[in-house]
């Protein structure tokens, strides 16, 4: 870009980081989990009408983004394939509106010690209404439903399907940043910047994904196609499983699938 315009790379640099931190700054304003009754209506209207799933707020998922290898010796940074990443967890409504991106994740965390460390994990603590999705990574909570691990019934099966159909929105909607946001697109290389400044970077094109929705632009306009692909279940401890969790999924099974 400095060649084409005419300046240096260090100036180059310069606009990035400026204009970087002043879109950091705006991301309250920009990515906003509203959870007000009307809002809240409005999402499960918009959800179900995707595959049928009641009483959707959001649906989640942890990406990674990778970076060069930072300074220091730390391996906090190496991802489950062994790559330097940074993590970040996204929930987005079902047109593929941003609520919530935590982008400072190291990448060498499991996606449920970055659920477990999260703002939205707090926030949704005490819900007494509605969930977010999540795939079969994720522990199975009231308020976060999960696959079915080893569906039996026909119900069950169903419930999978609407289930996958509707979660498929998260990585639809990271496709799309990412080609849109090229610097974000790891089969063209990495982000050479420390885990820090990646961040920054990454939660700013988080933010401009949902300003030029919010200006009447298709989410998915320049979605890029990829295998999807195949994560292990969830291994949970019986001391581990939510019996509440585990009641409310059946209910939900036998009476919106069966």
Known sequence: MGDTIGISQASISRCVSNVTKALVKQAPQFITFKRDPSSRELSYQEFQRVAGFPEVEGV???????IKAPNSEDTS????????????????????LLLSAETHWPGGLKDTEV?????IYKQLQNNDKGWL?????????????TPVTSPQTP??????????????IVDRTFRAIQTRFRCLDSTKGY???????????????CVLHNASLQSGLDAWTMERTVPPEQHESLEQRPEERDSHAEELRKELILGHFS
């Open 60 to 66: 989640l998922d942890c990406v990674q983004v990778a």
């Open 77 to 96: 940074y190496v991802n489950r394939r062994g790559f330097h990443s940074v993590g970040c967890q996204l929930v987005c409504d079902a047109r593929g």
């Open 115 to 119: 659920l477990e460390r999260s703002a």
């Open 133 to 145: 999705l999540g795939d079969c990574r994720y522990p199975l909570r009231k308020w976060l439903m």
């Open 155 to 168: 119900a069950e099966f169903q419930y999978n399907l609407a289930h996958a159909a509707t979660h498929e």
């Open 191 to 205: 982000l050479q910047y420390s885990p820090e400044r990646s961040s920054s970077i990454l939660l700013a094109c």
